[in-house]
Nanobody, 115 residues
């Protein structure tokens, strides 16, 4: 049974940092390119960042480039998103999935950036 469990969200002031984690199970994590997505109510889910199977290549949405960093630990089947210099517009529910979103979605983790 595929499970994606996101954690690490919370309330943070503008300019602050958070580190999200995604624990994956039920599939061979190390063989999949992985991504972080985010969604604001009333809007489509947005691709934020992606990383290849062995961390050789990463890609970011222009809106987060230079502020967010995606990484993974294949031994732990865990995906990470380090978010620095957070802005109000980063407020969203953050999800992890494979690149192309081929697995069932987890519950996500809420990130709220507000003063």
């Amino acid at each position: 049974q595929v499970q994606l469990v996101e954690s690490g969200g919370g309330l943070v002031q503008p300019g602050g940092s958070l580190r999200l984690s995604c624990a994956a199970s039920g599939f061979i994590f190390r063989t999949f390119m992985m991504s972080w997505y985010r969604q604001v109510p009333g809007k489509e889910r947005e691709l934020v960042a992606s990383i290849t199977q062995h961390s050789g290549t990463t890609n970011y949405a222009d809106s987060v480039k230079g502020r967010f960093s995606i990484s993974r630990d294949n031994a732990k089947s865990t995906l990470y998103l380090q978010m620095n210099s957070l802005k109000v517009e980063d407020t969203a529910v953050y999800y992890c999935n494979t690149w192309g979103a081929t697995k069932s979605w987890g519950q996500g983790t809420q990130v709220t950036v507000s003063s």
